[in-house]
């Protein structure tokens, strides 16, 4: 009892033992160096708190917020309407697997430009780059958990006179969903990389902008600040989605017996 | 006798143009009310058969007909139980949902529909189960949901692929007596044909077993079962008689010479 009841303390602590180490050789090391390019982690956690809770700062991460969620939706409702589509007819798949396959290959990053010169420099080029970008990991996933359905439940269906549309959205949507809540789970990380990159170019707010403009005033705490506030961002959404996800498919986790 | 419920004739799958068809020459009549068993190897066709009787796959000659009506895609008026019950019940949807699923397009009330639900639930032996999920249940029970749900929408024939292939032998024995109650109700006995590699299971259930055998697949032997009703998992497994008609299945399977006529049958 002892024992197992230490090693589930061995875990955590380690955990916290590493972030400490990391941040002190950090602090160390940037106290040695002693140059306005690297700050200590004590100034740049200063910095984090005085700037965090500001309305300036909290209005980039919305702005950066609403394209980040404009973008996911866009993107998983197209990919997961055409991932059930190339799921579950042969024929479509034939159709449109060069064609995505092609598309798949460009990174989102590379339309940047493009998507700029077609919609102008406001968010709905933004939040093309995030959809488009979003598009295909959903649409994968999709398209896979449809074609892994048993035969059963595919017979089951015709036995039961289940016509298209009700097959797509009352058979295969639930019986895909733990594939497609994969699809959706890499969709969450990827979008704040690409809502990041998008606000590189050409943009007035959000938290892209927010870090470029910081990086040319050569307020480098304030910069290493905001890569921070991404960190914990990033960490934040990736547990939300995992208690979603908890959520949605409680019969798939209970049923394989977890 | 009256009109066949299930007419089959001349009944040939091939999936490839090379190589032996996986069925061939099959012709048979199920009548109304009739509980027919075809026994068969694993492999052996069993399940082609009845993908073509339901209208799951189509022939490559020969024809299905069901109340005289040609099966050309799954008719109402059949039923299937698969042997898989953790694949074919749907994980997302409660026992209820499941059972209710067939009804989903019927015009009478909701109370109605619940009410059979009920009602079918109660048949198979799962009174107030309707709230849990089928991962929450034993195979047993989940196979009994999945027959439920095969005879809520009250089938003319109700088609039943190996379904207790996948359960310990006590569980067996119970689903076997559930197939015979169901067969035996007295307001709407459901006709069944039962597609099984055990031979004992099929001379037990059946009035009548059918021996699919050889590659490609054909009947080669009817037997009339005639072991009186209602029956008796002890008493008539140990009747001379059922161990007799095992017998002489046992070497109509390992021999698929074409019989017509045997010793046993009458």
């Known amino acids: 009892m002892k024992t197992s009841a230490a090693r589930r303390l061995v875990g955590p602590a380690l955990g916290v033992l590493v972030f400490v180490a990391v941040t002190g050789i950090w602090q160390l090391w940037a106290g040695a160096e002693d140059s306005f390019l690297v700050p200590t982690a004590s100034e740049v956690a200063k910095r984090a708190w005085d700037v965090w809770p500001t309305s300036d700062f909290l209005s980039e991460v919305g702005q950066s917020m609403k394209r980040y969620a404009a973008g996911f939706a866009i993107a998983a409702a197209i990919g997961i309407a055409l991932g059930l589509l190339v799921g579950a007819s042969h024929a479509a798949r034939r159709t449109l697997d060069p064609f995505l396959e092609c598309l798949r290959a460009v990174p989102a990053i590379a339309i940047v430009p493009a998507a700029i010169l077609i919609l102008g420099l406001g968010d709905a080029s933004r939040i093309a780059v995030i959809a488009f970008g979003l598009c295909f990991p959903i649409l994968v996933n999709t398209a896979e958990g449809v074609r892994g359905i048993p035969l059963e439940v595919r017979d089951t269906a015709s036995m039961l006179h289940v016509g298209r549309v009700e097959r797509a959205s009352r ?51 304030a910069l290493y600040a905001g890569i921070l506030f991404l960190g914990l961002l990033g960490y934040l959404l990736n547990r939300l989605f995992l208690l979603v996800e908890r959520r949605v498919l409680a019969w798939h986790y209970r049923a394989a017996g977890e | 006798m009256s009109e066949p419920v299930l007419r089959v004739s001349c009944l040939e799958k091939r999936y490839s143009d090379v190589g032996p068809a996986a069925i061939a020459d099959v012709t048979f009549d199920v009548f109304g009310g009739e509980l027919l068993a075809v026994v068969g190897r694993s492999g052996g066709g069993k399940t082609t058969l009845l993908r073509l009787l339901c209208g799951l796959t189509p022939p490559t000659t020969g024809s299905v007909h069901l109340d005289g009506r040609l099966v050309s895609s799954p008719p109402r008026e059949a039923a299937i139980v698969f042997q898989d019950y953790s694949r074919s019940l749907f994980p997302w949807l409660n026992v209820g949902s499941n059972v209710m699923f067939p009804l989903r397009r019927e015009r009478e009330p909701h109370s109605e529909k619940h009410a059979r639900v009920e009602a079918v ?8 189960v309707g709230k849990k999920y089928p991962w929450q249940l034993s195979g047993g029970m989940q196979q009994r949901v999945a027959i439920a749900r095969a005879l809520v929408s009250r089938p003319e024939i109700l088609l039943l692929d190996e379904p207790f292939a996948s359960v310990d032998a006590l569980t067996r024995a119970e689903l076997q007596d559930l197939v015979l109650r169901l067969h035996e109700l007295q307001e709407h006995g459901v006709t069944i044909l039962h597609v099984t590699h055990d031979i004992d299971e099929a001379v037990y259930l059946a009035d009548r077993v059918l021996v699919l055998s050889g590659t490609p697949g054909r009947i080669v032997a009817s037997v009339d079962v005639g072991l009186p009703r209602p029956r008796k998992q002890t008493e008539t497994r140990s009747s001379s008689r059922f161990l007799a008609l095992r017998n002489e299945l046992h070497g109509l399977i390992a021999a698929p010479e074409p019989v017509q006529s045997t010793p046993a049958s009458r």
């Open chain 1, 171 to 221: 058979i295969y949507l639930p019986a895909a969903l733990p594939s497609i809540m994969a699809g959706l789970r890499i969709a969450v990380s990827l979008g704040l990389v690409l809502v990041i990159v998008s606000e590189f170019v050409g943009e007035q707010n959000g938290i892209g902008y927010y870090l470029i403009i910081q990086q040319s005033k050569f307020d480098y705490p």
């Open chain 2, 121 to 128: 639930l109660a048949e198979v032996g799962l009174e107030g």
